[in-house]
T-cell receptor, first 113, second 117 residues
Framework: GAGVSQSPSNKVTEKGKDVELRCDPI?????LYWYRQSLGQGLEFLIY????????KSGLPSDRFSAERTGGSVSTLTIQRTQQEDSAVYLC???????????FGDGTRLSIL | AQKVTQAQTEISVVEKEDVTLDCVYE???????LFWYKQPPSGELVFLIR??????QNEISGRYSWNFQKSTSSFNFTITASQVVDSAVYFC??????????????FGAGTRLAVHP
């Protein structure tokens, strides 16, 4: 079946602009995760959604980052007033439940000029 | 605190050699999960294996095998008779209750494996 789908694949934007990244999880997966992969920090957890529960936002690096998940399916990660240090690959993953293996999308490569 | 250490930054081998990727973890929990993921040049993280802390039995899947030793807090990954297609970055990861319900993967820094013909 279809895997986790992320769009866009690549995004180049100017410093100070807002960006939205989209994730479409595997059908039927109740848990959705966002991670960030950067050269300096490796792979970092950002946020986790499970069903209708309040999301775990403990990994968001600043209040410029936010995410939502509508209808328990598609999620968008929004970065406001982008900074150069936000340049990274943003990875989305989903799992059947919170304790099951996470399956990752191809990521969105974000470059801030 | 949770931590995953992959001390080998890069490994280079010739095809058909066996190679072991090391992973050492830290956690205060008695219940936790350990994972290995593969990231080929295409970029997608591919799930390879999950083990829970109560199952120390080693696992073999084709040319891949995993050695889980709680006594040394290690979860090492061996590729037998390596192939060029095994070239990738391999990540070891941990999740435990300190993550807030096993929801967060704590990744190691990754080991870049290059298999040469």
């Amino acid at each position: 079946g279809a895997g986790v789908s992320q769009s866009p694949s690549n995004k180049v934007t100017e410093k100070g602009k807002d960006v939205e990244l989209r994730c479409d999880p595997i059908s039927g997966h109740t848990a959705l995760y966002w991670y960030r992969q950067s050269l300096g920090q490796g792979l970092e957890f950002l946020i986790y959604f499970q069903g209708n529960s309040a999301p775990d936002k403990s990994g968001l690096p600043s209040d410029r980052f936010s995410a939502e998940r509508t209808g328990g399916s598609v999620s968008t990660l929004t970065i406001q007033r982008t900074q150069q240090e936000d340049s990274a690959v943003y990875l989305c993953a989903s799992s059947l439940t919170g304790r099951q293996p996470q399956h990752f999308g191809d990521g969105t490569r974000l470059s801030i000029l | 605190a949770q931590k995953v250490t992959q001390a080998q930054t890069e490994i280079s081998v010739v095809e058909k050699e066996d190679v072991t990727l090391d992973c050492v973890y830290e956690t205060r929990d008695t219940t936790y999960y350990l994972f290995w993921y593969k990231q080929p040049p295409s970029g997608e993280l591919v799930f390879l294996i999950r083990r829970n802390s109560f199952d120390e039995q080693n696992e073999i899947s084709g040319r891949y095998s995993w050695n889980f030793q709680k006594s040394t807090s290690s979860f090492n990954f061996t590729i037998t008779a390596s192939q060029v297609v095994d070239s990738a970055v391999y990540f070891c990861a941990l999740s435990d209750s300190g993550s807030g319900g096993y929801n967060k993967l704590i990744f190691g820094a990754g080991t870049r494996l290059a298999v040469h013909p």
